[in-house]
T-cell receptor
């Protein structure tokens, strides 16, 4: 079955620490990849997306993600997190005209 | 920046009652979606809608669920006879091209 895996369910960091959240998917062929963020009590917001081209994608708020096709991965990174990055992060994958499928999410807590 | 608007933000209903969740997609978008997120779980696809008909639905979207675009601007999700397990956050999304989704802020449905 098609799936999106986020292995880190809960990540706790101090401010200024570096962040990497894992995302793996199980589809073959061409995929479009997304990271969404959900701040407490708010809606899903798009952080960044990959459709084609440079596999290193830069998004908003200093986030970036790298598409590694051979590993079926699209990990999210940020060199130095802030308290305001505390949120739930969702990886999502879309293949052609299929629906957007989300991973289970990673809850990030950043302490000052 | 254009937004997807959902009303109400929170709805409490008794088990067995009908509820209608409302969404106003972005005006020039053509693709519409409903997703839900049960507390603590992942965001799940319910249904996609294009050209005035359902294009895809999940196994969650059974006969108790229906969608409508009654007047060219609103996009509604109706649950005919709510169950306790329908309690969740329901997100509407729209897209111009079936790739870039914009999500609304969600309706929290509580079935008691």
């Amino acid at each position: 079955a098609q799936s999106v895996s986020q292995h880190n369910h809960h990540v706790i960091l101090s401010e200024a620490a570096s962040l990497e959240l894992g995302c793996n998917y199980s589809y073959g062929g061409t995929v479009n990849l997304f990271w969404y963020v959900q701040y407490p009590g708010q809606h899903l917001q798009l952080l960044l997306k990959y459709f084609s081209g440079d596999p290193l994608v830069k998004g908003i708020k200093g986030f970036e993600a790298e598409f590694i096709k051979s590993k079926f991965s699209f990990n999210l990174r940020k060199p130095s997190v802030q308290w305001s990055d505390t949120a739930e992060y969702f990886c999502a994958v879309k293949r052609n005209t299929d629906k957007l499928i989300f991973g289970t999410g990673t809850r990030l807590q950043v302490f000052p | 920046e254009p937004e997807v608007t959902q009303t109400p933000s929170h709805q409490v209903t008794q088990m067995g009652q009908e509820v209608i969740l409302r969404c106003v997609p972005i005006s020039n978008h053509l693709y519409f979606y409903w997703y839900r997120q049960i507390l603590g779980q992942k965001v799940e696809f319910l249904v996609s809608f294009y050209n005035n008909e359902i294009s895809e639905k999940s196994e969650i979207f059974d006969d108790q669920f229906s969608v409508e675009r009654p007047d060219g601007s609103n996009f509604t999700l109706k649950i005919r006879s709510t169950k306790l397990e329908d309690s969740a956050m329901y997100f509407c999304a729209s897209s111009a091209d079936d790739y870039g989704y914009t999500f609304g802020s969600g309706t929290r449905l509580t079935v008691v």
